[in-house]
């Protein structure tokens, strides 16, 4: 059974190198600096720094397709959220599909 397994993985691995895939994405972020004067007994006790990174909606994608016959194309994509402040939930969460490209559309 593992040898048969094993034989159909190596099998398909040329089929799957042969696929258009693309690597796209983009990274929206900042840094934010914000300052605050503490007070006590409405007097001025001194100034605080906060400095942290700001995600403004980066993503990352992954999109292919294959040509299966002479105007027919399977087509798929995977778009995914990402922050560079760490705060990444889930895969897939932007517009993911697959399906087929023709004379008919997608």
């Not at 900042?30 to 990174?53: P, Y």
């Not at 778009?79 to 697959?98: K, L």
Request: charged share 20%.
């Amino acid at each position: 059974m593992k040898k048969s397994l094993i034989a159909l993985t190596l099998a398909a691995l040329p089929v799957a190198a042969m696929a258009d895939v693309t690597l796209y994405g983009q990274v929206k972020a900042g840094v934010e600096i914000s300052r605050k004067k503490e007070t006590t007994n409405h007097v001025s006790k001194a100034n605080k720094t906060a400095t942290e990174i700001a995600d403004f909606g980066s993503r990352i994608g992954f999109k292919g397709h294959e040509h299966l016959s002479n105007n027919l194309n399977a087509i798929w994509q995977v778009e995914q959220n990402t922050s560079v402040a760490g705060t990444d939930s889930g895969w897939g969460t932007r517009e993911s599909f697959i399906g087929l490209e023709g004379g008919f559309g997608k």
